[in-house]
């Protein structure tokens, strides 16, 4: 339970469980749950560990009762905590408690507002490419304002330069922050005001991070700050399953992780309880042919089960067919339909 914590854990090993069950004996060997922050990807995937911690936490009969109703671990995703620290500290820099979150379409309409504006052609500067690429900038960690002038130039003509920093006055002067600010802001909070991050890193003093290959640099920035002082910070993830490059996710944040944390324990779940072993080989041979990942080799006590089914069909309407067709058959057999899924791109 002390010091960084590196924990590989395949697909389907179990990684909200080894999150849970590790809060749940933090809390039981003596830590105050308070002192605990946990962060993941998703509400849903929060909602289901909070629900976790509080079954196991409720068995637990010798532990005090508050304990389970109040003052309990900090459970939630990165942008949610990034609300809670600026809703109460965000006006060391300047944001007032008050401040607004912009949804995705109202920036998308600013944005489009603001290439009317300069009379630039939409066709060339689309709107949602421009969106996109503010939104990238911002998870790297690039900041729009006259210091910056021209740090972008190299990547982007002047026009996308422009339309990014009139973008930023737009929300300053509404007091307004969008999705990407919620992680921006938190940081420039903890850089530069060094009594608010000593006042976290002192309330937090475990941390845990879920699905660590997904963290983006502002994440990975923002864990690093936080985790330095106690250094007790646990990563759960697994490099194979990063799939949010295009949202600004960097799976060498896990690669790193033991470069960051020279004394870190790294252990490996390679115990899978969902697949077949045939589906096992297939995907461990697969992901073999990466050239960035840690070496690991999922089993499972589940059995071969039937072959992987390769199907080439001639075109959509064939291949639709043919997947109809089958559905029939596994009905005819047993399966309910409800027990059947069709994955398409």
Known sequence: VSGPLLVIAGAGS????????RIAHLIETG???????ALTFTN??????????????????????????????????????GVYLLRRDGHHIGIPRSFTILD?????????????????????????????????????????????????????????????????????????????????RTEELFRTQSAMLEKWQHQWQHIMIDEYQDTNRLQYLLTMQLAKKNRNIMVVGDVDQAIYSWRGADFRNIL?????????????????????????????TIIQKNKERKEKNLWTKRGMGPHIELAVAQNEREEALRI???IERLRETGPPLHEMAVLSR
């Open 14 to 21: 179990g990684k909200t469980r080894v999150l849970t069950h």
């Open 31 to 37: 830590v105050e749950p308070g002192r605990i922050l």
């Open 44 to 81: 849903k995937a929060a909602g289901e560990m909070k629900e976790r911690v509080q079954l196991l936490l409720s068995k637990n009969h010798s532990l005090p009762h508050h304990n389970i109703i109040g003052g309990g671990p900090w459970i939630g995703t990165f942008h949610a905590l």
């Open 104 to 184: 995705e379409e109202d920036a998308l309409s600013i944005v489009r507002r603001i290439i009317k504006e300069r009379h630039l052609d939409p066709k060339q500067f689309q709107p949602p490419r421009i969106r996109h690429i503010i939104s990238a900038l911002k998870n790297k960690h690039f900041i729009a304002s006259d210091e910056n002038e021209g740090a972008e130039t190299d990547y982007y003509p002047q026009e996308i330069q422009d339309v990014h920093k009139r973008y930023e006055e737009e929300l300053a002067s509404a007091h307004t922050l969008d999705f990407d600010d919620l992680l921006l």
């Open 256 to 284: 790193s992780f033991e470069n960051d944390w020279p004394d870190a324990k790294t252990i490996t779940l390679e115990e899978n309880y969902r697949s077949t072993s045939t589906i096992l080989t297939a995907a461990n």
């Open 324 to 326: 109809a067709r089958e």
